[in-house]
């Protein structure tokens, strides 16, 4: 029997943005204290925790002063040292676990591992020298995209290559640092889904997300994903096998491609809630930062079931200040913003999830919504 921590003890979390906020909201809702450990002064969760240890993520005594405060300690952020939730890990209790992060942290790791689990990554070539450039590109071919194998998110650290002179010039550009090279899809969707699972192994699936990006960023989820149902569960399957594979403690997102002929393609996976699940805010039975708290605490799986076709929408910094009032003046629109002091272009300000009958719908008061705000 595992030991489950209930509310009224406290839980700890390493990274204070956006998701560790969410977390501490719902944390708090289900009666537990929080306590947030990140650098910045103004963090977002850090502001809102209940205590908020500033410090690095690799301080030994900020450490230990966490694992004396909490009960279970988890992670919003994944590129968080892997030796930070080692050493936790012999004083608390942490999910998930530093295998798991160090296998998500690094692009050619994840794509190995997503193989052994069944999973099928679009095709990639690992590159550590310049010896290994030609072969690259005669197995991949172009186009392809050179992604830099640790440390991207919202599409940096990545370049397209149309041939070898730009693969020798990008992978020079990024200091030559081990990357792989990917051969480039011809997109006919992307979707993502959110698992999670606890130390039971009891373990659940969120309905798919389909994602839009504008310049590598996710711009909208709508979910349902409007694709066919075997489609669908084939993706929660294999993303299920791969928390299993990993024995992964936690919520793991999960991105995949669907290409022009209709292949599931592994892209990659975050060990934490993800923004393309940020509807489960308001349209699932239990949202993903509930399920999160549930996991670290070994407490059953919350119900994942969609409540409403659902399109949620990012707010990054580049429309600030946004027209409040005329955003709000949709009834069907719920608002969500991260508390962030200082608004930059590709920053993360919040998100809306706009709830409808119908995902055509939805997406179409999402649409309509946006456009006022860039106005
Ligand atoms: N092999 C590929 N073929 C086609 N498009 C791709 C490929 N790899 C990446 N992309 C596009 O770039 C986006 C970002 O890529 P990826 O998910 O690898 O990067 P990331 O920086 O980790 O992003 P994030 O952290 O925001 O998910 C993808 O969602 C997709 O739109
Ligand atoms: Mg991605």
Known sequence: MTKQILPGATLGVLGGGQLGRMFCVAARTLGYRVVVLDPDEESPAGRIADEHIKADYLDESALDKLASRCDAVTTEFENVPAQSLRYLATKTLVSPSADALEIAQNRHNEKQFA??????PAPYYFIQSDADIEKAIETIGVPAILKSATLGYDGKGQAVINNSEELVSAYQSMGKVACVLEKKIDLALEVSV???????AEAV?????ENQHRNGILHLSAVPARIEEPLADKARQQALALAESMDYVGILAVEFFISGDGELLFNEMAPRPHNSGHYTKDACVTSQFEQQARMMCGLKPGDTRLT????????????WEPDWASLLAHPEIKLHLYGKKEARP????GHFNVLASDIEQALHVAKLAFEELER
């Open 115 to 120: 193989l052994k689990a069944g999973l099928n």
């Open 194 to 200: 959110i698992v999670a699972r606890n130390s039971a």
């Open 205 to 209: 699936s969120y309905p798919l997300a």
């Open 308 to 319: 409403s076709p659902v399109v949620m929408v990012n707010m990054l910094g580049d429309l």
């Open 346 to 349: 590709g920053r993360k300000m």
